[in-house]
Structure formats: structure tokens, C-alpha cells
């Protein structure tokens, strides 16, 4: 009979599976290749045409390499060795196997030069609609490793901060005192040192991404910004000149406040807002809800909105209800007559939490400046 394999010393905790660790820099890369050996790591999205003597010196047989272009040579050499490369896909708008959460500088590249239709955001559009109309298997497998590389980049990017959700619909118009209302609380969140996470569109998004930003600056600023943004109210007709606008007031306030966006391709024909300063794009509508609402540990805000909103309360609802996601997050619903007259949610919200722990943690307020107060008062 084969040997019983050794045991574990009594009392002594089961190991756990050794983590892989990610290599997603060339200074990362350098400090591993040192060590001698790339066992049970993941290079990913690093361009290593550079590097081919430690490819062929160091030990890569456990290595696995993510969309990392490498010269001829190294590329054999790591193959031969065993290790497992994935190379990059040529012609694609989008790098499938990203390692960083998108900015708004990458999206929307090249729109002083060729307008919307030519920026990388677009493009990916559509090749999405064109891919999903073929039903191409490939096509969809490179969405799905691009979806995932996306949010793992969005996790490694929030750590431990803690993020709030501001949620709310696309139609809400620049110049308006409702968009005016979104940007005030997404400032105030942010000054109070919260992360501001949206959907990553335009209207009540982007207002509150924009207050984020505007949470670097005085009062002053915010009106001004408030009057520049105004003068596009919305990104139809032309998303040239709603964007435009955007990175007007980037450039005439640079550095900004951080906050997180995290839109879809799904609904590409709404472009992603320039005042995110980390921008999770996802093809997977149904990823990018769930990634946003399992991700705001400090709560979520629901400012009136459509369909997709209501969505939003309920998936939210769904995962309080349940525990999903932990302890039930705050969720305030702003705009009581929205919420009980227009789109009555808020009465089957309450019925749903009776006699559950989410019960103490939903509130109704009337509006934007009863958020804060609400939801201190909720994560007491």
C-alpha cells in the first residue's frame, strides 16, 4: 500500500491554497525575477518585450502570463518551459486582460481630434454590438476575462475605503437644481470621507461623481463648474460636446476629488461621465449592478429615477434581505413623494424588511441635504 500522506501536528489550524500573486508592473516583474522563479505568479497586461534575458534565465514553469507581449524568443522559451500564455488579442478595441480600473482620459481618447465616434469607448460599443448580434463564442469569452480582470482591478483599487453608492437616473439635466442637489451630496460625502461610487453615467451619476471632484475645491468653484456644465445640459444630441464640457472644467480645476464610476457597455449608448477618476467599465450589465451595490459598505443613496433605478433598490433589498453580502447596508431613498406616489417602492420596501435586521437600516428622506444625518444615523 502507498504511504498515508504526513499529518498535520495536532491542533494546528489546516494550510490553506497558496494565493498566486499578481505581477502587474515591470517593477514588479523586476523584483520577482530577482528572487529567481515566477512559480504561482500572474503576469498580467505587462509589456515584456523588454525583459526576454530574465525570461530566459529565470524559472517560469508555474507562471502564468495574461495578455503580456513578449519577443519570439522569450515567448518559446516560457511555452516550452510550461508555462501557460494567454497573448495578447490583436484588432480588439480594449485590452481584455487590464490590470487597472479605466480613467477618463483612456475612454475617451482622441475626442478633440476625431469626436466621440472615434474614442476607445465608442469603438468598444461597437465591436460589443457587433460581436453580440454574431453570437460569437470567442467574443463572448473575451468579454467575460475582460469583466473579471475589471473587477479585480476594482477590488485591489478600493482596499478598505469605505464606499457609498449614489444612485440615480440618466435623464437628470445639467443646470437644473436636481442635478445641483446630486453634486452638493456627493461634495459633502466626500468631504466627509466617504468614497462616492455611481453607475458611471450621465445625469444624477455623473452630478455626483462631479461633487466628488468639486469636494477638492471651495463653494466658489462649485457654482462656477455648476455654470460651464450647464451650458450642455445633456449628451443628446451631441456626447462631443456634453464630454467636452466635462473635461473643460477638469482642465480650468485640475486635481480633483476621487470617486468611482462603474458603467456598462450594455448601455453604451449612454457614455461614461469624465469625473469619475476610476472608472470600472463592464460589458455584463448584471455584473456591473451587482459589483456596484456588494461594494458599498457604507450604503446606498437612491436619487428619483427610472427603471433602472427601481432595479437597483431591489437588487440591493434582495442582498440585505438575504445577508449576501454581510450585515445589511444602509439604503436612504430620497424624495418621498417619488418613492410612495410616482414609483411606490418604499411601501414594499418596508413590507420586505418587517421583522428582519434590514428594517433598522432603510430610510426615506425628502431630500439630498437629509442624506448625511440619515446615514450616519443609519450605520450607528
Known amino acids: 500500500m502507498p504511504p498515508e500522506p504526513p499529518k498535520a501536528p495536532a491542533g494546528a489550524a489546516p494550510e490553506g491554497p497558496r494565493r498566486a500573486r499578481e505581477v502587474e508592473t515591470l517593477e514588479e516583474f523586476d523584483a520577482v525575477a530577482l528572487g529567481g522563479s515566477f512559480a504561482d505568479c500572474r503576469v498580467q497586461a505587462v509589456d515584456l518585450t523588454s525583459?526576454?534575458?530574465?525570461?530566459?534565465?529565470?524559472?517560469?514553469?508555474?507562471?502564468?502570463?495574461?495578455?503580456?507581449p513578449m519577443e519570439p524568443q522569450a515567448l518559446a522559451h516560457v511555452r516550452a518551459g510550461g508555462a501557460l500564455v494567454f497573448p495578447p488579442v490583436p484588432g480588439l478595441p480594449f485590452d481584455p486582460y487590464r490590470a487597472r480600473p479605466y480613467r477618463p482620459e483612456e475612454l475617451y481618447a482622441g475626442l478633440a481630434e476625431g469626436g466621440y465616434g472615434a474614442t476607445p469607448d465608442a469603438q468598444t460599443y461597437a465591436?460589443?454590438?457587433?460581436?453580440?448580434?454574431?453570437?460569437?463564442?470567442?467574443?463572448?469569452?473575451?468579454?467575460s476575462i475582460h469583466d473579471d480582470a475589471v473587477s479585480d482591478a476594482l477590488d485591489e483599487r478600493l482596499g478598505g475605503e469605505r464606499v457609498v453608492g449614489v444612485m440615480g437616473g440618466h435623464a437628470m439635466e445639467r443646470g437644473t437644481p436636481e442635478y445641483a442637489g446630486a453634486a452638493r451630496l456627493g461634495r459633502t460625502l466626500?468631504?466627509?470621507?466617504?468614497?462616492?461610487?455611481?453607475?458611471?453615467?450621465?445625469?444624477?451619476?455623473?452630478?455626483?461623481?462631479?461633487g466628488a471632484y468639486a469636494a477638492a475645491y471651495d463653494d466658489v468653484m462649485l457654482g462656477k463648474a455648476l455654470d460651464v456644465l450647464a451650458g450642455t445640459p445633456s449628451f443628446t444630441p451631441s456626447v462631443d460636446a456634453w464630454a467636452s464640457a466635462?473635461?473643460?472644467v477638469r482642465e480650468r480645476w485640475p486635481?480633483?476629488?476621487?470617486?468611482?464610476?462603474?458603467?456598462?457597455?450594455?448601455?453604451?449608448?449612454?457614455?461614461?461621465?469624465?469625473?469619475?477618476?476610476?472608472?470600472?467599465k463592464f460589458f455584463a450589465n448584471a455584473t456591473r449592478e451587482d459589483g456596484l451595490l456588494s461594494r458599498c459598505s457604507a450604503g446606498a443613496v437612491f436619487l428619483p429615477?427610472?427603471?433602472?433605478?427601481?432595479?437597483?433598490?431591489?437588487?440591493?433589498?434582495?442582498a440585505n434581505y438575504y445577508g449576501s453580502h454581510g450585515d445589511p447596508?444602509?439604503?436612504?431613498?430620497?424624495?418621498?413623494?417619488?418613492?410612495?406616489?410616482?414609483?411606490?417602492?418604499?411601501?414594499?420596501?418596508?413590507?420586505?424588511?418587517?421583522?428582519?435586521?434590514?428594517?433598522g437600516r432603510l430610510a426615506l428622506v425628502d431630500s439630498v441635504d437629509d442624506v448625511p444625518a440619515a446615514l450616519e444615523r443609519l450605520d450607528g
Request: negative net charge; hydrophobic residues 50%; charged residues 15%.
Open 51 to 68: 525583459r526576454t534575458f530574465a525570461l530566459l534565465v529565470t524559472d517560469t514553469s508555474q507562471a502564468v502570463f495574461l495578455g503580456c
Open 127 to 143: 465591436w460589443w454590438l457587433r460581436t453580440s448580434a454574431e453570437r460569437d463564442v470567442f467574443a463572448s469569452m473575451l468579454r
Open 190 to 210: 466626500a468631504a466627509a470621507g466617504l468614497t462616492v461610487a455611481t453607475g458611471g453615467g450621465p445625469g444624477a451619476m455623473e452630478a455626483a461623481n462631479f
Open 246 to 248: 466635462a473635461f473643460e
Open 255 to 280: 486635481d480633483g476629488g476621487p470617486s468611482y464610476g462603474l458603467p456598462t457597455w450594455f448601455y453604451g449608448h449612454e457614455p461614461p461621465n469624465a469625473f469619475a477618476a476610476h472608472i470600472a
Open 305 to 318: 429615477g427610472a427603471a433602472g433605478t427601481v432595479q437597483e433598490v431591489f437588487d440591493a433589498a434582495t
Open 329 to 359: 447596508a444602509p439604503m436612504v431613498l430620497v424624495d418621498r413623494a417619488h418613492w410612495t406616489t410616482k414609483l411606490p417602492a418604499w411601501p414594499l420596501l418596508q413590507a420586505l424588511a418587517e421583522g428582519r435586521s434590514m428594517s
